[in-house]
């Protein structure tokens, strides 16, 4: 059982950035898919960023793509999301996800397809 535990969330301005860390409690996130994704009040999830297979290719949702900079420490069992350039529609709950390392690549954007769920932090983007 895989345990994810996101930090770095708050309240910061419009422009502003912030960095999202999720590190899991056991050595193989290297061989996993990692993703983000994020839920607003009374919107869906939505898929921020995925870092396919221990960091072979990364991802990212149109709505982040050039702020967001997703990154891995496989050593440290530990992922970031660098949030850059922040809109007060990024505020939501983020929430870190791993597979079973059996996701393929298609299906990288879809949440269902996630095995392991962390807590999630919450941003939130003062204009």
């Known amino acids: 059982q895989v345990q994810l535990v996101e930090s770095g969330g708050g309240l910061v301005q419009s422009g502003g950035s912030l960095r999202l860390s999720c590190e899991a409690t056991?050595?193989?996130?290297?061989?996993?898919?990692v993703a983000w994704f994020r839920q607003a009040p009374g919107k869906e999830r939505e898929f921020v960023s995925a870092s396919f297979r221990g960091g072979q290719r990364t991802y990212y949702g149109d709505s982040v793509k050039g702020r967001f900079t997703m990154s891995r420490d496989n050593a440290k069992n530990t992922v970031f999301l660098q949030m850059d350039s922040l809109k007060p529609e990024d505020t939501a709950v983020y929430y870190c996800a791993a597979d079973n390392s059996r996701l393929i690549l298609s299906s990288v954007r879809n949440g269902q397809y996630y095995d392991y769920w962390g807590q999630g932090t919450q941003v939130t983007v003062s204009s």
């Open positions: 056991e050595r193989t996130l290297s061989s996993r898919t």
